[in-house]
């Protein structure tokens, strides 16, 4: 069933392409200007740069004095501390990428690695920021406000899963390195080039899921038959970029359009769990993040419905 659905998906887009080439174009040239412009100078120097650290050990003489406090707080050690921090400072996939990342390598169990996928992969500060309030709500909702919902939701999800998912589940086996990658005590050149090399097809196949998004995102605002707020409701749990600029321009009210804003952001859409999927490369599930992204989205949508009661 999975297999057929692709495949009618796919001769869907093939079918738009050839049907309405023009528009085609203009979609995949967006798509490959938000991978030129934005995705590959932001995200590929952490890829190459955080790939080094990962061969060298330089993770542990970097958090590993803060043990106890990454234990007690978030119930993660040094390692998964630091696909946290690099995770909430780059936004989407790079949480996932370094707790897979780090599970293969063997320096995070299983648990961890999934516990991890819950709450560490989410939209960038500069996205949200600069793309979101400034122009999406063209800076008609406080900054500050949407951080900290945005952080209390993913807080919630953390202690959700953390003690009630997790909490008596034991550790299980690491798993050892997979191809490309390099012993730790290759010489400082041959690490450098691993990264590289894994730095760029990660980011690679990134675009290609981005182009075909928003492929697919043209291909819904051209055909859908229903009322237009269903439409933008779609296309932002497609295409979160795509979506929250239509929803930019459908007219609804501010406030409809900070709830759904904030909802779709908190989700990501299905272009980032694709992405997220792919940077799994198989050796993690991807329904631990799927099913905090719903609720994390949920759990957006009530607290901007009461913090805008009170406020």
Not at 12 to 17: A, C, G, T
Not at 178 to 205: C, H, L, Q, W, Y
Not at 242 to 251: I, R, V
């Amino acid at each position: 069933m999975k297999r057929k659905l692709v495949v009618t998906g796919v001769l869907l887009l093939l079918l738009f392409l050839l049907r309405y080439p023009q528009e085609a174009l203009a979609a995949s040239r967006e798509g490959m200007k938000l991978w030129l412009n934005t995705l590959i100078p932001t995200l590929l120097p952490f890829l190459i740069l955080t790939g080094f650290l990962l061969h060298t050990d330089g993770i542990e003489k970097i958090l590993s004095p803060l043990s106890v406090v990454w234990k007690k707080l978030l119930g993660l050690s040094p390692q998964g501390a630091y696909a946290f921090l690099l995770g909430m400072l780059c936004g989407y996939p790079m949480g996932a990428k370094l707790s897979s990342d780090l599970y293969r390598w063997g320096k995070i169990d299983r648990r961890e690695a999934e516990y991890l996928l819950t709450f560490c992969n989410n939209a960038s500060p500069a996205f949200l920021t600069t793309y979101l309030a400034h122009v999406c709500l063209g800076d008609k909702a406080d900054l500050k406000q949407i951080l900290l919902i945005l952080i209390l939701a993913d807080l919630v999800c953390m202690l959700f899963f953390r003690f009630v998912v997790y909490h008596n589940r034991t550790a299980t086996d690491k798993v050892c390195a997979s191809k490309k990658e390099t012993p730790i005590a290759s010489s400082p050149g041959a690490i450098i080039d691993v990264s590289i090399m894994n730095g760029f097809e990660t980011i690679t196949r990134l675009g290609g899921y981005i182009l075909l998004f928003s492929l697919l995102a043209a291909c819904i605002n051209h055909y859908w038959p229903f009322a237009p707020l269903g439409k933008y409701l779609l296309l932002g749990t497609t295409e979160i970029t795509t979506g929250l600029y239509q929803l930019t321009q459908s007219g609804l009210p501010f406030r409809l359009l900070y709830l759904c804003s904030m909802s779709m952001t908190a989700f990501g859409g299905l272009c980032i769990m694709a992405q997220t999927k792919s940077v799994l490369e198989g050796k993690l599930s991807i329904l631990p993040y799927a099913a905090a992204k719903c609720l994390n989205a949920a759990v957006t949508a009530v607290l901007v419905l009461i913090i805008t009661q009170l406020v």
